[in-house]
T-cell receptor, first 120, second 115 residues
Framework: AQTVTQSQPEMSVQEAETVTLSCTYDTSESDYYLFWYKQPPSRQMILVIR??????QNATENRFSVNFQKAAKSFSLKISDSQLGDAAMYFC?????????????????FGTGTLLAVQP | DTGVSQNPRHKITKRGQNVTFRCDPISEHNRLYWYRQTLGQGPEFLTY????????KSRLLSDRFSAERPKGSFSTLEIQRTEQGDSAMYLCASSIGQVYDQPQHFGDGTRLSIL
């Protein structure tokens, strides 16, 4: 079974600075997706960024980028130029690739999250 | 795109009572998921529908839990004879199936508190 581990329960960053959130995972599959989701307090979970395991190039979305190390099973999120609105719980999640076809599940497997505080 | 809608937002009930939650997915999404999130934890998968068919259920989903999606549109999650351990946030998500690499969109969740 796949597992996702986030070893940093809480992180803090100064506004405009850069912060990196860590995530490791365990799987025997060769093809899969990895995601970072953001959950602001009392608000819905939103997708920040996603990475396909077969792609060597690291995904980037504006101020958010990932460092995907497939051999090490590591998937960290870098937030540049941190803003007050980035304060939230961040979850790393895994999804099997096979879920794209037929009736196979697309369930997400989440880590325990990292609570990010942004200091003004 | 009106987003995934969940009702009610909060539910407080006494132990032993039955509760039902509703999820309205994004209109063109044929896949629907239920997750449960307890305090300090990430969401855990409960069950998955493709159209009206329930294709997977987690072992977390005891016999007291039942989910339906009768016409492939909205879904309900019912918990019978609620227990203290059922207190959690219940999240619904939806996505488009049979299309490559489509992410799940989440609702605001229903927070269940058992007295």
């Amino acid at each position: 079974a796949q597992t996702v581990t986030q070893s940093q329960p809480e992180m803090s960053v100064q506004e405009a600075e850069t912060v990196t959130l860590s995530c490791t995972y365990d799987t025997s599959e060769s093809d899969y997706y990895l995601f970072w989701y953001k959950q602001p307090p009392s608000r819905q979970m939103i997708l920040v960024i996603r990475q396909e395991a077969y792609k060597q190039q690291n995904a980037t979305e504006n101020r958010f980028s990932v460092n995907f190390q497939k051999a090490a099973k590591s998937f960290s999120l870098k937030i540049s130029d941190s803003q007050l609105g980035d304060a939230a719980m961040y979850f790393c999640a895994y999804r099997s690739y096979e879920g794209n076809y037929g009736g196979a599940t697309n369930k997400l497997i989440f880590g325990t999250g990292t609570l990010l505080a942004v200091q003004p | 795109d009106t987003g995934v809608s969940q009702n009610p937002r909060h539910k407080i009930t006494k132990r032993g009572q039955n509760v039902t939650f509703r999820c309205d997915p994004i209109s063109e999404h044929n896949r629907l998921y239920w997750y449960r999130q307890t305090l300090g934890q990430g969401p855990e998968f409960l069950t998955y529908f493709q159209n009206e068919a329930q294709l997977e259920k987690s072992r977390l989903l005891s016999d007291r839990f039942s989910a339906e999606r009768p016409k492939g549109s909205f879904s309900t999650l019912e918990i019978q004879r609620t227990e203290q351990g059922d207190s959690a946030m219940y999240l619904c998500a939806s996505s488009i199936g049979q299309v490559y690499d489509q992410p799940q969109h989440f609702g605001d969740g229903t927070r269940l508190s058992i007295l």
